[in-house]
């Protein structure tokens, strides 16, 4: 099932996309009061879920062309910072390690971790902000958001996947000079509007148990990256499992699993995004989302 946030007739909404991605159900027309998508994992039952199924396959409910609402993120506003993985694909890492400048080692013991702060997450459609007076080297990330469906905590990597709800698409934009100038990723990450994210979260009963997805980014209808959700050096439920050791991973959390290669930064010389740039993020079976910098 696709659960997407949206505004119609200037309100805040949650809904569930059908399967050609054309109209939305809202929930509240089939008797769910689920006011945003934080309240939804954080209540909804495996009962209520497949009771939406049967109506939806049973009735004709209120529907809505996705032509007429706005799509948001579906999580316009994170209760916490996003957890992400970094360097979590081999062949990003060694883009990462040439654009540093520094040697690169392909030993890894364990998982690279930071957080990014989001005030409002943007959905598909919306501005990227470039800030010209602030970044010159705006750079772009495609990558697979594990949400988490309920509060964890030391988890085992066998229980891991019971904790996840769902996945979406994450574009982690960021600002390359920021992080180089303050030597971590906090700031150069969490700028307003550097989380473009959507179209919806795909309930994992949709996938396999782990996904192995198709993963890719375009630029100006450039492919830029394409890879391999199989080629992420920690998995799943090893980051689940590490991450919730002494911490509690609330219902809701958003955990990033990294990019593959293909960066901008990646290029020689760079290929950084500038103002009118279309910024496309893919990944098989979630959907497509699509940003212009502005």
Same mark, same amino acid.
């Not at 032509?67 to 579906?74: C, Q």
């Not at 700031?187 to 996938?207: A, N």
């Given at each position: 099932?696709?659960?997407?946030?949206?505004?119609?007739?200037?309100?805040?909404?949650?809904?569930?996309?059908?399967?050609?991605?054309?109209?939305?159900?809202?929930?509240? +027309?089939?008797?769910? %009061?689920?006011?945003?998508?934080?309240?939804?994992?954080?209540?909804?039952?495996?009962?209520? /879920?497949?009771?939406?199924?049967?109506?939806?396959?049973?009735?004709?409910?209120?529907?809505?062309?996705? %032509?007429?609402?706005?799509?948001? =993120?579906?999580?316009?506003?994170?209760?916490?910072?996003?957890?992400?993985?970094?360097? %979590?694909?081999?062949?990003?890492?060694?883009?990462?390690?040439?654009?540093?400048?520094? *040697?690169?080692?392909?030993?890894?013991?364990?998982?690279?971790?930071?957080? &990014?702060?989001?005030?409002?997450?943007?959905?598909?459609?919306?501005? $990227?902000?470039?800030?010209?007076?602030?970044?010159?080297?705006?750079?772009?990330?495609?990558?697979?958001?594990?949400? /988490?469906?309920?509060? *964890?905590?030391? $988890?085992?990597? &066998?229980? +891991? #996947?019971?904790?996840?709800?769902?996945?979406?698409?994450?574009?982690?934009?960021?600002?390359? %000079?920021?992080?180089?100038?303050? &030597?971590?990723?906090?700031?150069?990450?969490?700028?307003?509007? #550097?989380?473009?994210?959507?179209?919806?979260?795909?309930?994992?009963?949709? #996938? *396999?148990?782990?996904?192995?997805?198709?993963?890719?980014?375009?630029?100006?209808?450039?492919?830029?990256?394409?890879?391999?959700?199989?080629?992420?050096?920690?998995?799943?439920? +090893?980051?689940?499992?590490?991450?919730?050791?002494?911490?509690?991973?609330? +219902?809701?959390?958003?955990? =990033?699993?990294?990019?593959?290669?293909?960066?901008?930064?990646? #290029?020689?010389?760079?290929?950084?995004?500038? *103002?009118?740039?279309?910024?496309?993020?893919?990944?098989?079976?979630?959907?497509?989302?699509?940003?212009?910098?502005?």
């Amino acid at each position: 099932m696709k659960f997407i946030t949206f505004k119609h007739n200037n309100k805040e909404q949650v809904g569930i996309l059908s399967k050609d991605n054309q109209n939305i159900y809202p929930i509240n +027309a089939l008797g769910v %009061n689920y006011t945003s998508m934080n309240s939804l994992i954080e209540n909804i039952t495996n009962e209520e /879920i497949a009771e939406l199924k049967t109506k939806i396959e049973r009735n004709t409910p209120d529907i809505l062309s996705i %032509n007429d609402v706005s799509k948001l =993120a579906p999580i316009p506003n994170p209760k916490q910072d996003i957890i992400c993985l970094g360097i %979590n694909y081999m062949a990003h890492a060694e883009e990462s390690a040439r654009y540093k400048k520094e *040697a690169f080692d392909k030993n890894r013991d364990y998982a690279v971790y930071f957080s &990014k702060r989001v005030t409002e997450a943007i959905g598909d459609g919306s501005y $990227i902000p470039s800030y010209p007076e602030l970044v010159d080297s705006l750079d772009y990330e495609v990558e697979l958001a594990v949400i /988490i469906g309920k509060d *964890a905590k030391n $988890i085992s990597k &066998k229980e +891991a #996947f019971d904790y996840v709800f769902g996945y979406t698409i994450m574009n982690d934009v960021s600002a390359r %000079n920021l992080q180089t100038r303050h &030597k971590q990723w906090y700031f150069g990450k969490s700028l307003d509007g #550097f989380t473009p994210m959507g179209p919806c979260i795909v309930t994992k009963d949709e #996938f *396999a148990t782990p996904p192995v997805l198709k993963i890719c980014s375009k630029v100006n209808g450039e492919l830029r990256q394409n890879s391999s959700t199989d080629l992420m050096i920690t998995s799943i439920e +090893a980051a689940i499992h590490e991450l919730s050791q002494g911490m509690t991973l609330k +219902a809701g959390t958003i955990i =990033a699993m990294g990019t593959p290669a293909g960066v901008g930064m990646g #290029f020689q010389p760079p290929r950084f995004l500038k *103002a009118g740039d279309i910024v496309e993020c893919e990944i098989e079976g979630i959907g497509h989302i699509k940003n212009i910098v502005k």
